[in-house]
Structures are given as C-alpha cells and as structure tokens.
C-alpha cells in the first residue's frame, strides 16, 4: 500500500476516523516521512499492526482483574513484553532511514528505558493503532 503523504489530509483522516486527536502527531508525520521516501510502507505497516496488537493487549492487562476469561495473565504480560520490544525493534529499524537528527530524537524520545520513555512509546503505539484501524477500514473500501 502506497501512503500518499503528499496528502496534507491523512493524519486529519485518522483523526477524524477515530474520533480521537493523536498524541504524537508530529513523531507521526516524521515516520511517515521516512516511510514514504525510502519505500518502506510494507515495514510500516507491520509496525502499525504491532502497535494495534500491543494496545490490545494493554487493555486486556489492564482490565484483567474483571475478566474471568484471562486465565494466564502471567502469559498474557510476557507476550506484551515481547510485543512492545517488537514494535520498538521496527520503529528502530524505520528510523535508520532518517537522518542523524531523527534517529537521535526517536532514540530519546522512545526507545531508551525510562518511565517517561514508556509513557511516550505507549502514545506513539496509541497513534500507530489508530493509523491501523484507519488503513483497515481503507482496505475494506477497495
């Protein structure tokens, strides 16, 4: 799938999809910057589906005291774990196309180990989801 980010509307398309105002809007426009210029839509696309698996999963962790149907939590939180390291290797591996100014700015806004860091990556993850459930609801249209 090709984004066409010539198109000043697509972030204002998800939002208005969603209902929601993204957090991260601008670290959004930058990864779709480097996503369109080298042509890696397909490992975007990987990263936005991991973002949306991981959001879910979040929510059923955070819920999990209320659902019956989790048995395993234990399971449950080491494949979010794995998920987010997941999705943090992709979003590494989409800012080394960037140049050095966005790799650095990635790398300390969302991929070093900090409470703040968590808190960032989680909104970035919030937003890449509703970019799924944008390019999803696209697919369902063609």
Do not use: P
């Amino acid at each position: 799938m090709k984004l066409d980010l010539n198109d000043e509307n697509f972030i204002a398309e998800v939002e208005e999809f969603t209902g929601n105002s993204f957090h991260k809007k601008e670290d959004i426009k930058k990864i779709i910057e480097i996503v369109t210029a080298q042509g890696k839509e397909k490992e975007f696309e990987e990263l936005t589906f991991t973002a949306k698996y991981v959001c879910g999963m979040m929510r059923i962790v955070k819920n999990a005291q209320g659902v019956t149907e989790v048995q395993n939590i234990d399971q449950v939180k080491e494949d979010l774990n794995e998920n987010i390291k997941k999705a943090m290797k992709q979003l590494s591996g989409i800012t080394a196309f960037g140049d050095n100014n966005v790799r650095d700015y990635f790398e300390k806004m969302y991929l070093s180990l900090t409470a703040q860091n968590f808190s960032n990556l989680n909104q970035f993850l919030s937003d890449l989801e509703a970019v799924k459930k944008y390019l999803n609801y696209l697919k369902r249209l063609s």
